[in-house]
């Protein structure tokens, strides 16, 4: 079976400018994560999506930041306008049920360079 | 707040050298213990979950343990293979996602 599947895989972008990364989670999974892992904070959520509807947005780090999950299949983390201290790798993730305590499955990651 | 913490940061073992990565965790009503493996380049990629003291997995050269307050991942015997960031995050009823600890970086020479 398919895995998360993430686009693009890498990059650079100049600041200011709009970035907008993509995700197809597992197929017949409800929970969808958006992380970023970065070397000084490790991975951090972002926004968790459950059955298609943003539950905890809390770990948005600027209004900046957003995202959309229009179905069951395809979820976007869109970054406007982007700065250099956005770069990170961006792990979309998904999992069955509610999450909490359920196995999460990441994406190979978007790795965004913003210069 | 949930807080899952890592130790050693960084780990040099020569092939064969058996050792064991910590992870310690403050939760509000653990659900579950994750362990990851993070290559280079990659996502993390789902190794155990553990979800009550005294519980243990195993796979190849990896076994977990957990207790209360801290779980361990043990290396029997490492090949270079083995080299990766282990990752260790849990699931409490605080929320919905994992917490994260910030790894540890496991380096297995020949």
Redesign the interface.
């Known amino acids: 079976d398919a895995g998360v599947i993430q686009s693009p895989r890498h990059e650079v972008t100049e600041m200011g400018q709009e970035v907008t990364l993509r995700c197809k989670p597992i197929s017949g999974h409800n929970s969808l994560f958006w992380y970023r892992q970065t070397m000084m904070r490790g991975l951090e959520l972002l926004i968790y999506f459950n059955n298609n509807v943003p539950i905890d947005d809390s770990g948005m780090p600027e209004d900046r930041f957003s995202a959309k999950m229009p179905n069951a299949s395809f979820s976007t983390l869109k970054i406007q306008p982007s700065e250099p201290r956005d770069s990170a790798v961006y792990f979309c993730a998904s999992s069955i049920g509610t999450g909490g305590g359920n196995t999460i499955y990441f994406g190979e990651g978007s790795w965004l360079t913003v210069v | 707040e949930d807080q899952v913490t890592q130790s050693p940061e960084a780990l040099r073992l020569q092939e064969g050298e058996s050792s064991s990565l910590n992870c310690s965790y403050t939760v509000s009503g653990l ?2 213990l ?1 362990w ?1 493996r993070q290559d280079p ?6 190794l155990f ?1 553990l ?1 009550s003291a005294g519980e243990e997995k195993e796979k190849e050269r990896l076994k977990a343990t957990l207790t209360k307050k801290e779980s361990f991942l043990h290396i029997t015997a490492p090949k270079p293979e083995d080299s990766a960031t282990y ?1 260790c ?1 849990v ?3 605080s ?9 540890t970086s496991l380096l297995v020479t020949p």
């Not at chain 2, 929320?95 to 790894?103: E, P, Q, R």
Request: glycine letters at 24%.
């Open positions: 659900r579950g994750f990851y380049g990659k996502g993390p990629e789902f979950t979800y990752l995050a699931s409490s009823n929320g919905y996602a994992l917490n994260f600890g910030k790894g």
